[in-house]
């Protein structure tokens, strides 16, 4: 039987495993792959929440908004990493660093 | 005061303020003219003087044995006493103003040749006229304060032509010395006037000295001295009378304070003849004549004591000296010993009668002197020889090479001896005479005087004999030592002669007396004595001035014997007298060791005390401060600094932690928020 605690443990370790890309890779795609992975083991908490409320399935119709403002979000960033690209040859975002002061 | 004078006695009081101012307007021309060297300030000076000089004689004729004129204006106001300066004239003033400018033109014609290779032609003639100016100033101011003024300007004068060659060190230092010598004396007239105007609240000479005057209606007693006004104690009218005849010592040359007049022979001679020897010395000796009444019996017993030994010390000195000049200064001092001592007895008319033959003939001597030494420098020039032209050893023989110098020089040497048909044997015989009348009522102490005065007629008469002899006769030394030498020398122009001329007529006797042997007939004599007629009651009268000047006639042979015949080692060169005589009886050496010496120590101790203690302590001061100033410079940089430092340093290194966050990496801003998160709910979870 697979129990709510579980999904947790899944979803805490997709987390924890997209949260270490983004803070260890040295590409922005990958970075971003991390971020999906840490808003899909959100999405999976929202799903596996969603037991609570049978009647109205909250949790399921959230994690479809989160889905697709994901996909979203991720096309823009894809727009940025491009145009980050173009401007300075490389995607790691450890040599972008004009902003510092 | 309010005078209303008639019209000649104005017009005369013009023309003596003429006389007076002539001089000054030449000396402000003078000034103002272009050229070192011109020519033309000899002849504003001479033209002025002569103009002064007929004024004078004018204003003679108007005054002598007339009333007295005397004009005045308020001059200024302390407190309640006003203050007034003006003209006086009377028998002295009008006298005194006569004789220096006729003794001025002389040696301004003669200054004009005698100065006239000089550098400084102008500024001689400058500084002349302006001596003239003050010097006639003085004789007619009718006022103490006034007198005083050109008592000073006429020391300064007399200092300014001493140094005339400020090149030489020797003359710079005759006229530093002859300043201090005459600081002193002005020292003592300036506290004499002070006292003088404390009894009687007045400095006008009329009112003081006057036929009635003041300090005549004063008395002492009980130790008081006793004015018409208020009294002060007697030792006041003491110190009045020293500081007076300190001022007299020191302008007369007198003992203790003659040492400057020999030394005053660096200037040039024909200021020596003027200032020197006629006109400036004799300002002691009128101021005499000004202040007479002020002395008591006693102090002029003590001025005629002081008046003989200079006499005789100064002609004792004469004896032995070698330089010309040198010689005659010594016998200036002697001769004004004989007039303070006449002034001592009270032989007041025949003091100032000897001021005024002596006048002419000592110029006289010394324009003689002046062309001997022009002539021996003409020599020493012309034959590169190194010789002192003043020294008469190089002399001798000049008798044949400067006929008309050496028959002047005859006549004024018989008149300084004091030889029958001179104006010297009228004044001079007329001291004595009266010397010993004087003395005849006293102890024998002061029988001294009058034998000391006769004794130093006679050694006058063998220093002039040795000063002729040695110059005039014989052969020229020079020529000895010397083989070859050229010898162009001459009388000089008419500008020698003419002033040499003028002065030899004013000593013989006609111009003062037409009886030349008995003094008391001289009209002088009698314009300054009209009321005290001495008759010629004893044996005195007669004997003295037969045996004073048959003896001089004895001596004057037996000095030509001596120097003509060229027994010239009679005399021992070596003993106690003749060094004493040579060194001028010491009184340098003495001045030298026991004031100047102290005196330059005081000021070595002084100035140790100034550059040790006083600037030590000053420079002492600086250092304390330094030092305090470094200690808060230490604080201000380590404390007050340090503080703010370390707090710089804090803020600085809180923001350089900070800053090390803002690397501009992404993952490293993620990784922050993630460990301060963290952190967060750690601390939350722990607490």
Redesign the interface.
Known sequence: MITLTDFLVVSVALFCIG?YM????HNAIQ?LIGIELMLNAAILNLVAFGKYDKLNNGGQVFALFAIVLAAATTAVALAIILNVYRRYKTID??E?????? | MKTFLSYEDSLTLFYALGAVLLPLLAFVVNCCMPGRRNKASGWISTGAILLSCVLSIIVFFNTWNKHTIHLQQQWFTIGYSKIYAGILLNNLSALMLLLVSVIALPVHIYSTAYMKEDGRYKRYFTWLSFFCFSMLALVVADNLVLFYSFWELVGFSSYLLIGFWFTKEKAIQANKKAFIMNRIGDVGLLIAILIIFAQYRTFDIVQLFGDGGLVGQSITKFGFWMGPIRGLPVVWQYIACGGIFLAVAAKSAQFPLHTWLPDAMEGPTSVSALIHAATMVAAGVFLLGRVYPLFTTGELDVMAVIGCFTAFMAATIALTQNDLKRILAYSTISQLGYMIMAMGIGAYASSLFHLVTHAFFKCLLFLVAGIVIHQMQHIKDDNNLDIDPQSITNMGGLRKKLPFTFIMAIIASLALIGLPLTSGYLSKDGILIQAFDWSDDKSWVFKLVPLGAVLTTWLTAFYVVRLIVKVFFGDLKLKKAHQHIDIHINDGGWQYKLPLILLAIACLFPLFSLNPLIYEQAWLFNGLTPTAHLERVNIYHTLIPAAVNILSLFIIYFGYAVYVKRKTHIFPQSGFLYKLSYNQWYFDEFYSRFIVKPVMMLSSVLSWFDNNIIDGFVNLLPKVVLLISKVAAWFDYYIIDGIIRLLVHIVESISNFVRGFQNGKIQYYLFSMLAIILALFIYLDLR
């Open positions: 949260l983004i803070v260890s890779k970075i975002p450890g972008v660093n004009r902003l510092k002061d």
